[in-house]
């Protein structure tokens, strides 16, 4: 059993799942190729109607419960799809079998069992709040100690402050320059932004940027997906095919 969470952006409105070991095309695959590829099992298609990046929980060999005040919606049929070997690839469906992918990444993969799964396709309906906002950030700050949530937000607000006088600072040098001010003011404005900009580089050194990396790594996996997938363990060959986020198409 085992959870991931992937951004799979996708430029033809369509993202999915696939076995990462299949062979490679000559070309891209897609219309009625790529429908026949979705129909054998080889790739899950979720078309989502529009370009974009959309953040992915996938779910494997175990059910998906979402938390108190989310609401998802199971959109589709269960279809199948075959993971023969072992390693899966999740992004945009442009990136499927192509020669020269483009949008996907070796971060976009996951192992699973070779086996065929039966996947259901879950999307959040739960519309964005500033509840929701505020509960991602309080499950981010957990993932420093109260003293490193502290330093953070000093080293943070230092950091801002310092960015502030910086672009002040060449503002007034630039001013000085254009307008042949006062070289006393020209002199002066270097001199505040040389001190703002070694002030900037001490707070960096000083473990800013090690915090704020965790912080924003606690706080991405705070937020809800935009879409679910629950991948379960079948006998196959199990037909697979498209999942469509709005109406499909008319036949």
């Keep these: 059993m085992a959870q991931h969470r992937i951004h799979a952006g996708t430029d033809i409105a369509c993202v999915g799942v696939w076995d990462a070991g299949l062979p490679l095309a000559k070309r891209a695959i897609e219309g009625t190729a790529l429908k026949e590829s979705a129909a054998r099992g080889e790739v899950l298609v979720i ?8 953040l992915l929980q996938i779910h494997v060999d175990e059910p998906f419960v979402p938390s108190p005040g989310q609401r998802f919606d199971t959109v589709g049929n269960e279809l199948g799809l075959h993971l023969g070997s072992g390693t899966a690839m999740a992004g945009g469906c442009e990136d499927f079998r192509n020669p020269r992918p ?14 065929w799964y039966r996947v259901r396709v879950h999307l959040n309906q739960t519309e964005g709040s500033d509840e929701e906002e505020q509960r991602a950030h309080e499950e981010a700050a957990r993932a420093l100690t109260s003293e490193e949530l502290a330093r953070y937000l000093r080293l943070g607000k230092a950091l801002r402050t310092g960015w502030l006088v910086a672009v002040v600072a060449v503002a007034a040098v630039l001013a000085t320059v254009v307008f042949q001010a006062a070289l006393t003011l020209g002199v002066l404005g270097a001199l505040v932004a040389a001190a703002a900009g070694w002030s900037i580089l001490r707070l960096k050194r000083g473990g800013y940027d090690a915090l704020h990396l965790r912080y924003q790594r606690a706080l991405m996996a705070a937020y809800p997906p935009e879409i679910v997938l629950e991948l379960d363990r079948a006998t196959g060959p199990i037909p697979g095919g498209f999942v469509y986020l709005d109406d499909p198409p008319a036949s």
């Design 47 to 54: 078309d989502t109607s529009a370009d974009g990046r959309y």
């Design 102 to 115: 483009q949008i996907t990444s070796a971060g976009d993969r996951f192992h699973v069992e070779p086996s």
